[in-house]
Nanobody, 121 residues
Framework: QVQLVETGGGLVQAGGSLRLSCVMSGRTTSYPMAWFRQAPGKERDFVAGLGWTATNPTYANSVKGRFTISRDNSKKALYLEMNGLRPDDTAVYYC???????????????WGQGTVVTVSS
């Protein structure tokens, strides 16, 4: 089993920044990892993903140029640096892991409990 724990969410004004962290524990392997988000009443959508070698990150069009995904394999951690936050970024942000990188929530094998990001206008 793999456990994922996200931290770093909070309340921020539009234009502000937050940094989310996700730490992996348990039967950890060289899994690709990704961030997803789910706004109230909406489906869980892909935000950004990164393979084990941390090359060729993938981003949703809505966050390109504003968000940066990174990882530190020595700490078994995944990060999401979010800048230029907008009210429509408000959501619960989830960290996911799977044996193969996927932009679909159905492709993730493991999930964290989520961390809430609220952006006020």
């Amino acid at each position: 089993q793999v456990q994922l724990v996200e931290t770093g969410g909070g309340l921020v004004q539009a234009g502000g920044s937050l940094r989310l962290s996700c730490v992996m524990s348990g039967r950890t392997t060289s899994y690709p990892m990704a961030w997803f988000r789910q706004a109230p009443g909406k489906e869980r959508d892909f935000v950004a993903g990164l393979g084990w070698t941390a090359t060729n990150p993938t981003y949703a069009n809505s966050v390109k140029g504003r968000f940066t995904i990174s990882r530190d394999n020595s700490k078994k951690a995944l990060y999401l640096e979010m800048n230029g936050l907008r009210p429509d970024d408000t959501a619960v942000y989830y960290c996911g892991a799977a044996s193969k990188l996927s932009t679909s929530r159905h492709g993730m094998s493991y999930w964290g409990q989520g961390t809430v990001v609220t952006v006020s206008s």
